[in-house]
């Protein structure tokens, strides 16, 4: 190892002052098995205690579905389309939805988590981040399998619409990821960000058809609501779960844009914002 | 002749100090500034943000560095050691000057980033080598060499967390030590583990600087950085003040730059609202010369020096025990001394009220060097009141000279004492005679 090698080879770094990362695609190419080692590292801890770990993600979800079905379904009596069980429309909303808000609270706490990695190593700090939305996308296959259990419970065989589903996981990886982007970016430049994000968890349940079916929603209100991204998301996961419900070509589409729009600009901003972190953190 | 690794021209760091000290915005305060500035503008008061104060903790700083060499940088605290490598290993980014670097850089900042408690040993190697930039399948084939080096042996597949601190930095230091590469940025490593795992730390060192690596080396340890390193950078308050390949001279520039700073503080006193104690609350602890005067910087290591602490005594407690401990410039203790390690009927009275517990600092001792004194005063095995590395209050003695009137000894010594122990010369018994 220890060969010489001709001085020529080496690659030379200038380090100036608001030097953007040369390469920056090949730079996070090169640090991809670190990205897949904090991934991994976050899932080990996190399952670490195998049952409270599975019981947690599966536990959680359970919950909301029964009082949700209860407020929405049994209470306010809301329209389940094509008169599928309750408890199926909820929880086929709650999963990408708990997906996305897990990421959300701790996206928003991945850099100040990792703040020791930050300060004395150099890597793309988006893989911080970015890592997060792994693991929760490993909580999302363990509640998974609560949503196969449902489906074989109520006697539903999946359509041929679930194929369509890695579409809406992907569009749902891109929507956490720009959210994680912004949020970890924010909260180590404000640091009291993140006491406003719960308050953003909570408002996004309801403003995210995931009690309810978007057929809820009055149609002029319906634009507005799609500008939620988490809406395409959600209601396509439905619809390709649950082979019905209601998925508008327009509402699918406005969130999507939404969605595309908020993880590329979550990306600019946390480029924009990297190079300070390690000053502020 | 060689070539260039490192080059660094007019480099320097800034940081923005504001009114608050904080180093974050807080979002409250964004809101409500901005608010209350909007509000003032209205009414007509415009007014500006409160003064935000510029502080280079780099400025002007500019030097090369060959390929093979071994560099070490000293400086007291402060003066922009750290900054300096955190800008080459990329961690924050100039505001002025630029550096280049010809090669893969390895920093090794601190020992153990990213070691998490709940992983396995096996696990947190891999972790951490790839946190300080191996791939996956450099650690696999260093893996046995690395488990070797850190001697944990079976502790192997045991969580971290269950580990001794000094298992866990050899096992720490040996992930980095086998880390290879072209450009090896390290600071103060050396400071941790026992003197034999530092001396095997130190080996290691001077093999990868051997090894025709180039590696910049920050250490307040200027053993180490007289053994290992072939050049010396002396930072002062953010500015090169010296550099030169001959490092003992650089270390000498930086003893003779310590003994004039401030930091060396030669007294303490109580702060109104700190420290009070039933039985002793220190009120003042400082150097003093035979007249009782405070010392004023440096002394001799022949000078008569006292050390004084006074305090106001509430209760009388026969386990009162008033002291200190005094530790090196790297941070080792060298001992404790205390009011009441000599026979019982000798220890000192003290009486309800103000009290000075005076003793000689000892004299053709010490090395030249700067030494911390930290209080140390308990009831005996029932209660700390200040207790050295905790809560203590420490001062600062800087020895200067003195060290011994023979025309063989001109200057510091290796070592960190430096007594005066006399010699005589006597004939084997039973030997020739005279």
């Known amino acids: 190892m220890s060969s010489a090698v001709p001085p020529a080879a080496f690659a030379e770094v200038v380090i100036r002052p608001r030097q953007p990362v040369g390469h920056y695609w090949r730079e996070l190419w090169r640090y991809r098995e670190l990205f897949l080692f904090l991934a991994w590292r976050d899932v080990k801890i996190r399952y670490k205690q195998t049952t409270i770990g599975v019981a947690w993600a599966v536990l959680r979800p359970l919950l909301v579905m029964v009082v949700f079905t209860i407020v929405f379904g049994r209470l306010g009596k809301m329209p389940s389309p094509g008169g599928l069980p309750y408890p199926l429309l909820v929880m086929a909303g709650m999963l990408p939805w708990q997906f996305f808000a897990t990421v959300m609270g701790e996206g928003s706490n991945s850099l100040l988590l990792n703040a020791n990695l930050v300060t004395k190593m150099y890597f793309p700090r988006i893989i911080v981040p970015a890592s997060v939305v792994v693991v929760s996308l490993v909580d999302l296959m363990v509640s998974g399998m609560l949503m196969v259990g449902l489906l074989g419970w109520y006697r539903q065989a999946p359509s041929i619409q679930a194929l369509a589903l890695p579409l809406f996981l992907l569009l749902g990886l891109a929507a956490s990821l720009g959210a994680s982007f912004w949020l970890s970016a924010l909260t180590v430049k404000y640091r009291d960000f993140r006491y406003v994000i719960p308050f953003v968890v909570q408002f996004g349940l309801y403003a995210t058809p995931v009690g309810f079916s978007t057929a809820s ?65 | ?239 090169l ?117 005076v003793s000689a600092f000892p004299r053709n001792l010490l090395n030249e060097g700067n030494y911390r004194l930290e209080l140390n005063v308990s009831l005996h095995y029932r209660e700390w009141v200040c207790e050295p590395g905790k809560n203590a209050p420490a001062i600062t003695v800087a020895v200067r000279g003195g060290l011994s009137e023979s025309p063989y000894w001109t200057s510091a010594r290796p070592g960190c004492l430096a007594p005066m122990i006399a010699w005589s010369v006597s004939r084997p018994l039973g030997g020739p005679p005279a």
């Open chain 1, 217 to 281: 929603i009055p149609e002029r209100w319906r634009p507005v609501f799609a500008l939620n991204p988490m809406v395409g998301v959600v209601e396509g996961f439905r619809w390709s779960v649950l082979g019905t419900g209601v998925l508008d070509g327009w509402v699918l589409s406005a969130s999507t844009a939404t969605t595309l729009l908020l993880l590329m600009t979550g990306f600019r901003y946390f480029r924009s914002t990297e190079r300070q972190f390690a000053d502020t953190i």
């Open chain 2, 241 to 357: 003040l010296s550099e030169s390949s001959e490092v003992r001279r650089t270390i000498e520039k930086y003893f003779q730059a310590a003994s004039g700073s401030d930091d060396v503080a030669t007294e303490w006193k109580r702060a109104s609202d700190g420290m009070v104690h039933p039985a002793f609350t220190p009120e003042r602890f400082r150097l003093c010369d035979p007249s009782g005067a405070t010392v004023a910087g440096a002394v001799r290591n022949d000078d008569a020096v006292f050390v004084c602490v006074e305090g106001t005594v509430g209760m009388l407690d026969p386990a009162l025990k008033v002291g200190y401990s005094l530790y090196s410039e790297n941070g080792d203790l060298l001992f404790w001394t205390l009011s009441t390690d000599t026979p019982e009927s000798n220890w000192p009275r003290p009486e309800i009220g103000r009290c000075d517990f």
């Open chain 2, 1 to 239: 002749m060689s070539a260039l690794a490192i080059s660094v021209e007019n480099l320097g760091k800034r940081y923005r100090i504001g009114a608050s000290r904080e180093r974050y915005l807080a979002l409250r305060d964004v809101i409500s500034s901005g608010a209350s500035r909007a509000l003032k503008r209205l009414s007509g008061h415009a007014k500006d943000r409160p003064e935000e104060r510029d502080f280079w903790a780099l400025r002007d700083v500019s030097f090369e560095v060959k390929q093979g060499e071994c560099v070490g940088i000293i400086g007291r605290n402060g003066a922009g050691k750290s900054t300096l490598l955190k800008i080459l290993s990329r961690i924050t980014e100039p505001s002025e000057g630029e550096a280049r670097l010809r090669g893969r850089v390895g920093s090794l900042l601190e020992v153990g980033t990213g070691f998490h408690p709940e992983l396995t040993g096996r696990e947190n190697v891999y972790l951490n080598g790839a946190i300080l930039g191996m791939s996956r399948r450099e650690i696999a084939t260093k893996f046995d060499e690395i488990v070797a080096f850190a001697e944990i042996g079976k502790f192997l597949d045991t969580q971290v967390k269950h580990y001794s601190s000094g298992m866990y930095t050899r096992l720490a230091f040996a992930v980095a030590a086998h880390l290879e590469p072209e450009i090896l940025v390290v600071d103060e490593v050396l400071a941790v583990g026992d003197a034999a795992f530092q001396k095997k730390c130190l080996g290691k060192m001077g093999e990868v600087a051997k090894g025709g690596r180039t590696v910049i080396f920050v250490s307040h340890n200027m053993g180490a950085v007289e053994n290992l390193c072939g050049h010396a950078i002396l930072l002062a308050e953010g500015r």
